[in-house]
T-cell receptor, first 113, second 112 residues
């Protein structure tokens, strides 16, 4: 795969707890993305980053925050997890942003009870 | 608004047959399209892409066709194999946008 590692791969937690998911890349790509994947909805963009400390919202950003303090790491935080945030989360990277494919990690399965 | 959809949620074919997976898009400003394959428990994997200045692009056993007149995209898989069983997504990108818009996916099942 394209040098993308997501951690943890699985997590179960309780409503109201904070959760942080990590995406690490070894490709030195500028763009990084966080998606969630739910049945019937396909892949939906949560947040993305176009450089260190440069981030922007996607279509389902409420309840999520992100940080990118270095090129290789992009963190997704659920400040106070809710059951509606139970999902599979995917990180993707891209070198240029537009006109190029994004390459995906293998996902984090998050269950919030 | 922007949307990418798929005509069929499931497709079942016999091993060795050709498969065709369809996708409709609504944003006429989209100029770049991608097909992804997603196997169970894994992330989407890039298969092939096409830009709007082309009608057809071929890869190894796969062909993507783009019909801009009716805003339709298709993925053809030749001599489908059991390893091709997966969910296939199309995605579109509008020129200058850093974001992809994904369809909901078609599940392809290849019967031996």
């Amino acid at each position: 795969d394209a040098g993308i590692t997501q951690s943890p791969r699985h997590k179960v937690t309780e409503t109201g707890t904070p959760v942080t998911l990590r995406c690490h890349q070894t490709e030195n790509h500028r763009y990084m993305y966080w998606y969630r994947q739910d049945p019937g909805h396909g892949l939906r963009l949560i947040h993305y980053s176009y450089g260190v400390k440069d981030t922007d919202k996607g279509e389902v950003s409420d309840g999520y925050s992100v940080s990118r303090s270095k090129t290789e790491d992009f963190l997704l935080t659920l400040e106070s997890a809710t059951s509606s945030q139970t999902s599979v989360y995917f990180c993707a990277i891209s070198d240029r942003g537009d006109g190029q494919p994004q390459h995906f990690g293998d996902g984090t399965r998050l269950s919030i009870l | 608004g922007e949307s990418v959809g798929l005509h069929l949620p499931t497709l079942s074919v016999q091993e060795g047959d050709n498969s065709i997976i369809n996708c409709a898009y609504s944003n006429s400003a989209s100029d770049y399209f991608i097909w992804y394959k997603q196997e169970s428990g894994k992330g989407p994997q890039f298969i092939i892409d096409i830009r709007s200045n082309m009608d057809k692009r071929q890869g190894q056993r796969v062909t993507v066709l783009l019909n801009k007149t009716v805003k339709h995209l298709s993925l053809q898989i030749a001599a489908t194999q059991p390893g091709d069983s997966a969910v296939y997504f199309c995605a579109e990108n509008k020129g200058g946008s850093e974001k992809l818009v994904f369809g909901k996916g078609t599940k392809l099942t290849v019967n031996p």
